[in-house]
């Protein structure tokens, strides 16, 4: 059973930059793809990044384009998310997801994290 874990948040001023971490356990974790969603206070869950295990196929959310970079460490089977140029609008707590497919991050077959929270003040 495949588990993962997220850190690395925290409460930042606008304009500042965050590092998340997801380390994930179990016997597919090192192939799967991994990813990041996150959610505001009275608003669904939304997708924020993605990567495949080859890191060849990459994907983000147009709010954080530009912005946000997630990564990889496949020898530590870990993902990463970094964040900077953060915006008030940014904050939720940030949740790590892995899947057996990157298009079906979010669905019913999504291993999730317990969440960190970031909060970014004005």
């Known amino acids: 059973q495949v588990q993962v874990v997220e850190s690395g948040g925290g409460a930042v001023q606008a304009g500042d930059s965050l590092r998340l971490s997801c380390a994930a356990s179990?016997?597919?974790?090192?192939?799967?793809?991994l990813g990041w969603f996150r959610q505001s206070p009275g608003k669904a869950r939304e997708f924020v990044a993605s990567?495949?295990?080859?890191?060849?196929?990459?994907d983000y959310a147009d709010s954080v384009k530009g912005r946000f970079t997630i990564s990889r460490d496949n020898a530590k089977n870990t993902v990463y998310l970094q964040m900077n140029g953060l915006k008030p609008e940014d904050t939720a707590v940030y949740y790590c997801a892995a899947g057996p497919s990157q298009s079906g991050l979010g669905s019913p077959t999504t291993t999730w994290g317990q969440g960190t929270q970031v909060t970014v003040s004005s």
């Open positions: 990567i495949n295990w080859y890191g060849s196929r990459i």
């Open positions: 179990g016997r597919t974790a090192s192939t799967w793809p």
